[in-house]
């Protein structure tokens, strides 16, 4: 259970126009890289030190993925997750962090203790930035994470 929701974090910010200045596959379908909204300083300085910025993207994401992977199991323990339950979560971490989850959302901790899947739904959308002001990327974001969670992404 790895590939799919790495695929989703980057496919949800590539159709909001960030650029991902990297084209490295990781898995099955996966576009390693951090992504911006505008050209990269620091992808200049990697091409200039010789550092390869494709190679060093995918590590990056790699460790990055497998991070959030573990918090996933940390955070939901033994609950059986289907595959898109699970991108979901992996997003959802991936985005947010271990941290805030495990201590700032006590809704989201009370439905996984319960096995509450439903309520789990509605505990993935999370549309204000670290500052407290509401982004609508996030809420598109969030939207498309709930969607994911239900087996709903992607159909009409």
């Not at 289907?82 to 941290?99: C, K």
């Not at 407290?132 to 969030?142: M, V």
Request: net charge positive; hydrophobic share 35%; proline share 1%.
């Amino acid at each position: 259970m790895r590939d799919e929701g790495t695929a989703f974090t980057y496919e949800a910010a590539a159709r909001r126009g960030a650029i991902d200045h990297s084209q490295t596959q990781v898995g099955n379908s996966s576009r390693a890289g951090h992504l911006h909204a505008r050209p990269c300083a620091a992808a200049g300085r990697a091409r200039r030190a010789g550092v390869d910025g494709d190679l060093q993207g995918a590590t990056w994401l790699a460790g990055d993925v497998a991070n959030a992977e573990k918090g996933v199991r940390t955070l939901v323990g033994k609950l059986d997750l289907s595959q898109n339950e699970y991108d979901a979560m992996t997003d959802l971490v991936y985005n947010l962090g271990i941290g805030t989850l495990s201590k700032k959302s006590p809704l989201l901790n009370k439905a996984i203790a319960d096995g509450d899947y439903d309520a789990m739904s509605k505990e993935l959308i999370y549309t204000k930035d670290a500052n407290g002001t509401r982004q609508d990327g996030l809420a598109t974001r969030s939207a498309e994470r709930t969607q994911l969670f239900r087996g709903t992404y992607g159909k009409k």
